[in-house]
């Protein structure tokens, strides 16, 4: 890649990303599948170092030798890995190499107005995964993903007609369905990793409580838990959802609700101390959380004990 400064770009249209990598303007101005392979070799020199987009970007990749830049680290993606980018997420330079083949989409949110798939693509959590949690395909499943591109791919070089964009929407909402499923299925095959990640939140969570943490940062956060796991919240919420069926805040306030349950049981201090010990602004948060948890409040709850 030639020398540039290390300037923000941002790319407002899809027509402009184009240019900037130095190809030819999209079919469609609101969608665009772009295919580096062995015959359109990806650019190196016209990529920019660091840049935003006002639209959706889906890579998928296909063949890759060596490691991969995407933003400011180095990965090691394997064929079939997929990563996600929503509207207004920095991007970050990427370096590909000659033998990096991939498929990139790029989808503006004006061309899923008035379609069902605009809120719906809004709610899947891993357009805000970091890079070093992109989804790695099994050999089926790149099959699957890559018919799926071939069929928009064929649709978007035959030429815009009046019903191109109703089928090319329909095949966006078809792959991100399969994404969420195979997302799913990383979490379970890759349990070793998941299970240590759950093992690491728990003692994160009980360090914390266990602390005078509580009284100097509050309650504690799935903000918290993800930094001190280094990765995002997105990520934690959907695996911890996949391996015991709650997100991150609601495994926390489980956590928290037998803390509580310890301290009413084996102290004698008050409900409002026991309220700010465990982060609470307000003891009558605690006793709302408490009851909506187990149906009884905590001094119900203390009572039963007596």
């Known amino acids: 890649m030639k020398s540039k400064g290390e300037k923000l770009i941002r790319f407002i ?3 402009e990303s184009h240019k900037a990598f130095g190809l030819p303007a999209p079919q469609h101005p609101l969608v665009s599948l772009i295919h580096f392979n062995e015959a359109n070799p990806f650019n190196t020199e016209m990529a920019p170092i660091y840049d935003v987009v006002d639209f959706y970007k889906i890579t998928f990749i296909t063949k890759n030798s060596g ?3 995407y933003g400011q680290d180095y990965y090691d993606f394997d064929e079939g890995s997929m990563l996600f980018l929503a509207p207004n997420h920095l991007v970050g330079s ?3 190499n000659s033998k990096t083949y991939c498929y990139i989409l790029l989808i503006h949110p ?3 107005l008035g379609h069902p798939l605009a809120k719906k693509i809004r709610q899947y959590s891993y357009f805000s995964y970091a890079s070093n949690e ?5 050999e089926k499943e790149r099959a699957v993903i890559l018919s799926v591109y071939e069929i928009m791919e064929k649709e978007l070089n035959s030429g815009v007609d009046e019903f ?3 089928v090319v929407i329909a095949q966006i909402e078809l792959m991100l369905s399969y994404v969420n499923r195979f997302y799913k299925r990383q979490f379970i095959t890759r349990k070793k990793v998941s299970n240590d990640i759950l093992q690491k939140t728990e003692t994160i969570l009980d360090e914390y409580l266990n602390s005078q943490e509580t009284l100097k940062l509050g309650l504690p956060t799935v903000h918290y838990l993800s930094q001190h796991l280094n990765i995002s919240s997105g990520y934690l919420s959907d695996m911890l959802r996949a391996l015991i069926g709650k997100n991150a805040q609601q495994y926390i306030h489980e956590k928290i609700i037998e803390k509580a349950k310890e301290k009413l049981t084996t102290s004698e201090q008050s409900i409002s ?3 700010y010990e465990l982060g609470f602004e307000h003891p009558q948060s ?3 959380l408490f009851k909506t948890k187990t149906q009884i409040t905590p001094l119900e709850f203390r009572q039963s004990f007596n």
Do not use: G, N, V
């Open 13 to 15: 249209s899809i027509s």
């Open 67 to 69: 490691r991969l830049k």
């Open 94 to 96: 990427t370096d590909y």
């Open 110 to 112: 004006d061309l899923l």
């Open 134 to 138: 992109a989804l790695h395909l099994s």
């Open 164 to 166: 191109s964009q109703e």
């Open 273 to 275: 101390e026991i309220a």
């Open 286 to 288: 605690f006793s709302k």
